[in-house]
């Protein structure tokens, strides 16, 4: 079956250290989406990718970056300039940026500074 | 930008409550309008959607109108079950990527 798989399910890291969450998709999807989710905040998008080798940065990209060097993933790093990682990040993907198309989105990895 | 009011929750209804989540919306033109449902630990799910104005989005006995004159598109139901619990979000979708509201829980209680 077509889907998102987000990885790891949990992660912990460490004050200063840069930490890279997986994305992948089957769905043969051109755009994907890293939104990430803050208790009583709602979904804040970080970064997304129209089209391979191609992203935007979203409303709150400082302190994050992505790479788009194949179609099935998207891939974000959280750096150490990022000062308040824990999260919940949810990657998504929709077959173009048309304003019909719905999403389809990960189980989520759920990000904690230890 | 496009934007999303949403109820504020928590909602807490007994099993087979009549269900509304109120949702309004300011885009530029006229976006497609979507709900997503987030049970606990998970990713969001397509719930329903509607492309055009007056169209009716229905799923799993939920259903919601798309009114263009209200900017509205809000969430009914009208038999909740204990398996309804979950954070459901309302979202607009213009030209750029999908601007969530910050959710409604719904706990329904036996």
């Known amino acids: ?114 | 930008g496009d934007s999303v009011t949403q109820m504020e929750g928590p909602v807490t209804l007994s099993e087979e409550a009549f269900l509304t989540i109120n949702c309004t919306y300011t885009a530029t033109g006229y976006p497609s309008l979507f709900w997503y449902v987030q049970y606990p630990g998970e990713g969001l799910q397509l719930l329903l959607k509607a492309t055009k104005a007056d169209d009716k989005g229905s799923n799993k006995g939920f259903e919601a109108t798309y009114r263009k004159e209200t900017t509205s598109f809000h969430l009914e139901k009208g038999s909740v079950q204990v398996s309804d619990s979950a954070v459901y979000f309302c979202a607009p979708s213009g030209n750029t990527p999908l601007v969530f509201g910050k959710g409604t829980r719904l706990s329904v209680i036996a």
């Open chain 1, 1 to 114: 079956d077509g889907g998102i798989t987000q990885s790891p399910k949990y992660l912990f890291r460490k004050e200063g250290q840069n930490v890279t969450l997986s994305c992948e998709q089957n769905l043969n999807h051109d755009a994907m989406y890293w939104y990430r989710q803050d208790p009583g905040q709602g979904l804040r998008l970080i970064y997304y990718s129209q089209i391979v080798n191609d992203f935007q940065k979203g409303d709150i990209a400082e302190g994050y970056s992505v790479s788009r060097e194949k179609k099935e993933s998207f891939p974000l790093t959280v750096t150490s300039a990022q000062k308040n990682p824990t999260a919940f990040y949810l990657c998504a993907s929709s077959p173009g940026t048309g304003e019909s198309y719905g999403y389809t989105f990960g189980s989520g990895t759920r990000l904690t500074v230890v």
